[in-house]
């Protein structure tokens, strides 16, 4: 799942669900520094993006009490560079063919990860795990440190989640009441109301400016609606997601189904049903017409409870939101796309020489360091037990909510752990629900083996030709029919190399 930052009063809330908040348990103190001084300590560098994180007064992304407690309980000097999320990928590229120094470097970009692989730019980590990384080993399941290993070497530390989808349909409640309507269950009835709530002016003000369905630029927020024809697509990748017919392994975005709902969505779009600047709207457009109270229907994130729809609610308390099922299509089919376990890759670029010094920060805070600096250090009072009930103070965990970023590239399977958090966040805001709603419909991914070289050399293209046809299919500059010259020039620009690949790989795993 990527993740996003917005300027919302809410959303500010929603950058600090990606840490948890709890309490701390035979921490170490920050300030016990590990045996030699700190001008002993081996140096090392590390590239994450910036995120939009805020420090507190006289604090920055090297002066802060997070990095200061894993310096001192590592015996490290660990030198953070932030280049801007805005073309972070780009930068990154810079920096890997200008022979910079740096010791690992973060990228959520699965297709640029195998690329380095494919130029020989990493260097493999397996010694320095046996050697270095017991608590990391144990840390991350086998599947995700599969996804990170070609022939049988790992070249990244994965970051992995527990949460395997985003999106889940939620409506303004208070407009269905007004316009006498029951949720929508199909993809019949969730037209109606749609329709019904652009048409009858559900808020009242005698303007024709509510939106009957939200969704955003490259397909974002679209999930559940080919769900409903029972493809798995995800719109930032048209290589990632696969399903088996017939005994082999076909990609979701050049199903048949697919261009079925493409004609459905079309279809909205043309009766003005779809927000008409869809093609146009990042996340942070979505959020703020949320907020502003113009959309009836979007495809929440697990987290927008707290985000644009506890925005809304405040600026409208008449405002109400609800979960809804996902649309079922005429086949009965539902559900939402499933992500990767694995959400980022850490990798050591082969001119680096400490490696060995890049695990022992990573088995720290992954391992031992791990509920610290997740929770907060004792001082801090972000969190407290009682009664063995996990509370939180969220003013106090807003202050130090830049302590997320380590958490961003050191982030280990704790599911259990992360399902107290999540009921500590507030019952009201319904997170754990929503993550159990979307786990409980996820349409998965037949594939689940590593990036494959022409993942990393086609990947970006392939998903480019499908963002741009689809988007066009939709809003009806091209024909509908025009899908089936997309299903050759997939096939024809990488997509039968890949498809080749993933089979080969699915083979050798059922063995």
Known sequence: MKKTVSVLVGTTMVGSLLAACGATQNAPAAGNAAAGGADKREKISIVHPNVGRKF??????????????????????????YPPSDGYQDKLNVMMSSGEENDMVYTQDASWFINMVNQKALQPLNDAIEKHGADLKKSIPQEAWDAVTVDGKIYAIPSVTYILGNDLMYVR????????????????????????????????????????????????????????????LAGNSAVSQWVERNGTLVNAAILPETKEALRYMAGLYKDKIIDQEWALNKNKNIEEKVASGKAGIFSATWFDTRGPILTNTK????????????PVGKD???????????????????????????????????????????????????????????????????KHVYRNNILDYAAPWDKELDYERL??????????????????ALIKNAYN??????????????????QETFTKIIMGNLPVDDFDKFVTQWKSQGGDEITKEVNENHKKAKK
Request: glycine share 10%; hydrophobic share 35%.
């Open 56 to 81: 507190l007064e006289n604090m920055n992304e090297n002066n802060n009490p997070y990095q200061k407690y894993i310096n001192d309980n590592t015996n490290l000097d660990i030198r953070v560079v």
């Open 423 to 440: 009921d500590a966040l507030g019952p009201e805001f319904k997170l754990k629900d929503n993550v159990t709603r979307i786990s409980n």
């Open 332 to 398: 009965g089919k539902s559900g939402t796309v499933s992500s990767n376990m694995v959400t980022g890759y850490s990798i050591v670029p082969a001119t680096s020489k400490r490696a060995n010094e890049v695990i022992k920060m990573f088995n720290f805070a992954n391992g031992k360091g791990h509920e610290t600096i997740k929770f907060g250090l004792p001082e801090h009072n972000i969190s407290s037990r009682k009664d063995g009930k996990l509370t939180m103070n969220f003013e106090e965990h807003n």
């Open 173 to 232: 409640k208070d407009w269905l009441t007004k316009l006498g309507l029951q949720p929508p269950k199909t993809l019949d009835e969730y037209v109606n109301v749609m329709r019904q709530f652009v048409e009858k002016d559900p808020d009242g003000n005698g303007k024709n400016d509510t939106i009957g369905l939200l969704m955003g630029e490259n397909l974002i927020r679209t999930a559940p609606f080919f769900g409903a024809f029972g493809v798995p």
């Open 315 to 326: 600026n409208d308390p008449k405002a109400e939101w609800i979960p809804l099922e996902y």
């Open 449 to 466: 083996g590593p990036v494959t070289a022409g993942m990393g050399k086609n990947g970006v293209q392939l998903t480019k030709l499908m």
